[in-house]
């Protein structure tokens, strides 16, 4: 399976944003670009084509998709009837690997996709390895029941009360490390900057 080899600090330093817990004291620290000419890259002037490229990156990034993968899901909005930067919000929201990671089963959507391509998690009574599944109002996920009895996961279990997720698409079973989908991402929930209209654009070109 392909992705992305570059240190994930190094990722989030690119892309100005913390793209994983540990990467947040290192752009408290350095807040530039990494590589030899990171510092000099502040005093550049940035093209209008440059912005609507950034915002691609961090957003593709942010979800952990390589670039085929990601032109995909933008094509698939652009498909769609509607606003196709909403939709395309929406169909990153709706992929397994991320309702895991806004359930807070995991610390990063690095460490959702793992579980999901581990084996660890069920949907709708059938074990699933592929993060990018789409979910749909009414899809239930658990913890395989194997998975549940191991150290992560009961742990897991024993912080849960305290980081209950805030999101009001996904309910969750606490006890049970149970969840439904119970309606579709609203792009109001999506706290992250995000600023899709300027990937719409840049794939218009």
């Known amino acids: 399976m392909a992705r992305d080899l570059m240190p994930i600090v190094k990722r989030s330093r690119r892309e100005k944003t913390p793209l994983h817990p540990k990467a947040v004291k290192g752009l408290t620290v350095r807040n530039y670009a990494p590589g030899e000419h990171g ?19 961090k957003v593709k990034r942010m979800y952990g998709l390589l670039e085929k993968p990601f032109r995909r899901v933008v094509a698939e909005a652009e498909r769609r009837p509607g606003v196709s ?21 995991a610390p990063s959507r690095q460490s959702a996709r793992q579980l999901v391509t581990h084996g660890h998690v069920v949907l709708n009574g059938r074990r699933v390895d592929i993060p990018s599944i789409q979910l749909k109002p009414g899809d239930e996920l658990t913890v395989r029941p194997k998975s ?7 742990g897991l279990k024993a912080e849960l009360p305290n980081n209950q997720p805030t999101i009001g698409w996904l309910s969750l079973d606490t006890k049970n490390l149970k969840a439904k989908v119970t309606g579709l991402p609203p792009r109001d929930e999506v706290k992250e900057e995000i600023h899709e209209q300027l990937i719409i654009e840049f794939y218009s070109r």
Do not use: M, P
């Open 85 to 105: 930067g909403d939709i395309l919000v929406e169909l990153l929201e709706r992929r397994l690997d991320n309702a895991v990671y806004r359930l807070n089963w």
């Open 39 to 57: 510092q000099s890259r502040l005093r550049n002037k940035v093209t209008e084509y440059g912005v609507q490229l950034r915002e691609k990156q």
């Open 148 to 154: 549940a009895s191991n150290t992560y996961f009961t």
